[in-house]
Every structure is written in structure tokens, then in C-alpha cells.
């Protein structure tokens, strides 16, 4: 049973390290921009990839050429780990843990807090798919098909609702039971 408790972080109000300058860092770094490009990172490695340095000339990305240290994770609210030394992996993990920073470390679902999943964006809709670490594969499959099947124009669908949702008069109960009225079409239906 799938017991992760799935939530949607304001990625761009953090600062977040990424400890690995290779090609796991940089599938982080991209996934990462791709869903919050705004980010404050600091990415931390002896030695980086051309592509992450590209990178920073268009994002808000601090290149650190130098082995992980415990300083570096001194006011960082998350860690990603993704280097191919699973002495340095452990080590950051233990350090994150002492800290209470919440981390992951890439392919190694023991040592993580969270896992970064499969996501669907479409506008404002935002779908995170996870499989508990068992098949990122899968996970991007269901991505791939929901991305098919939700419509271009789900947006208007949303801000629609938006305009229909602060519109109503009443107490909070009265609101959930009609937006709920309004959006059994949904499950009723296509969207």
C-alpha cells in the first residue's frame, strides 16, 4: 500500500541544494525548473556538467565546484542527492537527517523523505504521479497518457470555476456543496 502523503511545494519561496554536478543532477535540476523555475538552487560538485551551467545563465542557480560538505546545507529547506558515490549519498542523507532538511537521494528510495514523481501540466492543473519508488517508468506512462487525455483548454475550465467559485454568497459549507454540484459533470463526463 502506497502510504506517501502527497503534497505540492512553493518550490520558489525555498532554497533547495542538489548535491551532484553530473547527469543526475542535472534530471533533477531540469525536473525542478520545469515545475518551479524561480527556484533559488545551489548545486554543489567537484565537477559540473556543461549543461547545468548553461542552465544558470537563464535560472537562479548557484554553482559550487567542490566536493559536499555539512556547511553547505546550512539555511537550504531541501536536498537532492545524485552523485555516483554512495559514501558521499549516505553521508548527506545522515547530515540532512540530523538537521530535520528533508531529503532525497536519487535511486535510493531507503534513504529518502520524498520521492520526486511523474507530473502532469496542463495550465493551472497540476498532477503528481507516484509509484512509491517502484517504476518511475510506469509513473511516466500515466503521465504521458493523462497529458493526452486532459484537453488543451482545461485552463478556461478552471478559471471558469474560479470566477463561478468567488462569486458565491455564504458560509464555506453552502460553497463546497455547490462547487461540488457544479463539478459532478466532471466525473459524469469527458472533461
Known amino acids: 500500500m502506497n502510504t506517501l502523503f502527497p503534497v505540492f511545494l512553493k518550490a520558489e519561496q525555498m532554497t533547495i541544494l542538489i548535491v551532484g554536478g553530473g547527469n543526475v543532477g542535472l534530471e533533477k535540476l531540469e525536473a525542478l525548473l520545469k515545475n518551479a523555475p524561480l527556484t533559488n538552487i545551489v548545486l554543489v ?5 556543461s549543461e547545468i551551467v548553461e542552465l544558470k545563465k537563464t535560472h537562479k542557480i548557484e554553482l559550487i565546484y567542490e566536493p559536499y560538505r555539512l556547511g553547505f546545507l546550512e539555511n537550504k529547506n531541501i536536498v537532492i ?12 542523507q545522515i ?4 538537521k530535520g532538511i528533508l531529503v532525497n537521494v536519487a535511486d535510493t528510495p531507503d534513504l529518502c523523505d520524498f520521492y520526486l514523481g511523474s507530473v502532469v501540466t496542463k495550465g493551472d492543473l ?7 519508488g517502484k517504476s518511475p517508468t510506469f509513473a511516466k506512462r500515466i503521465r504521458e497518457m ?3 487525455i486532459i484537453p488543451d483548454n482545461i485552463q478556461e475550465t478552471l478559471d471558469n470555476l474560479q470566477k463561478i467559485r468567488n462569486s458565491l454568497k455564504g458560509d464555506f459549507e453552502y460553497k463546497v456543496k455547490k462547487m461540488n454540484e457544479i463539478t459532478t459533470v466532471v466525473k459524469d463526463k469527458e472533461v
Open 45 to 49: 560538485a567537484p565537477e559540473i556538467k
Open 81 to 92: 542527492v545524485g552523485t555516483d558515490k554512495p559514501e558521499v549519498n549516505k553521508q548527506v
Open 146 to 148: 493523462l497529458q493526452e
Open 126 to 132: 497540476k498532477i503528481g504521479i507516484s509509484t512509491n
Open 95 to 98: 547530515d540532512c537527517k540530523n
